[in-house]
């Protein structure tokens, strides 16, 4: 039984990290941002609606976000746990995802908040080179991050649930670190 958010700035290794974990835990990952990639590759309605926000590195609505969660949760296979990955991303999400939770019986065990410095994101997320990796937008990433994100580190702290784990050196070595902060959680 696993039921983390993975939080961390865009490139920081949440997506990485994740796979790792469900390979190791068995419960699945559930990320907002291969969702809507989805919703776009369908072309549905609210991909559509999605892909303007996601071009800019801006956050899509939350009414949008909440709502693939809110039914992604409901699937039994999340009965065991979950690894949520990019979710949440705001005050609002966060507050959105502890009601659905507590609805279910299902509260966090702890919240992974990956530590990376800014410039080491810019060169990793370069040369993976997804459409919104260009320069522009991953500035513009970090700082959307900066301004509605970071305050959920505060948020977790205050709840007792935040395990900073420092997210540099290997993809195995960061990956110990989290298995030790969640053996401690
Ligand atoms: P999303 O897909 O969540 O993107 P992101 O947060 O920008 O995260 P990334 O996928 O870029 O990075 P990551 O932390 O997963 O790192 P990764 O493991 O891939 O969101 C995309 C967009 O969707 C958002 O901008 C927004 O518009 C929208 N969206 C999504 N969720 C939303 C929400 N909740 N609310 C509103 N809007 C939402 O690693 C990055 C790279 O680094 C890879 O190439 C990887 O190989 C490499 N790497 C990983 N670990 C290491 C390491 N230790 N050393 C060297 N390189 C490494």
């Given at each position: 039984m696993l039921k983390i958010v993975l939080l961390?700035?865009?490139?920081?290794g949440k997506g990485t990290q994740s796979a790792k974990l469900v390979e190791e835990y068995g419960v699945p990952q559930i990320s907002t941002g291969d969702l809507l990639r989805h919703a776009v590759s369908e072309q549905t309605e609210l991909g559509l609606e999605a892909k303007k926000a996601m071009d800019a590195g801006e956050l899509v609505s939350d009414h949008i976000v909440v709502g693939m969660i809110r039914e992604r949760l409901n699937e039994p296979d999340t009965a065991n746990g979950f690894i949520l990955d990019g979710?949440?991303?705001s005050l609002a999400q966060a507050e959105a995802l502890d009601e659905m939770l507590a609805e279910l019986g299902r509260p966090l065990q702890c919240v992974v908040h990956l530590r990376v410095d800014n410039e080491e994101i810019v060169q990793r997320l370069l040369s993976r080179?997804?459409?919104?990796?260009n320069e522009q937008t991953i500035r513009n990433r970090q700082s959307v991050y900066q301004e509605q994100t970071e305050p959920l580190v505060a948020y977790y702290e205050k709840q007792g649930l935040l395990k900073p784990v420092a997210?540099?050196?290997?993809v195995d070595d960061i990956f110990s670190r989290i298995k030790t902060a969640l053996n401690e959680a």
């Open positions: 961390g700035a865009p490139g920081s979710f949440p991303r080179g997804r459409e919104d990796d997210g540099v050196g290997t």
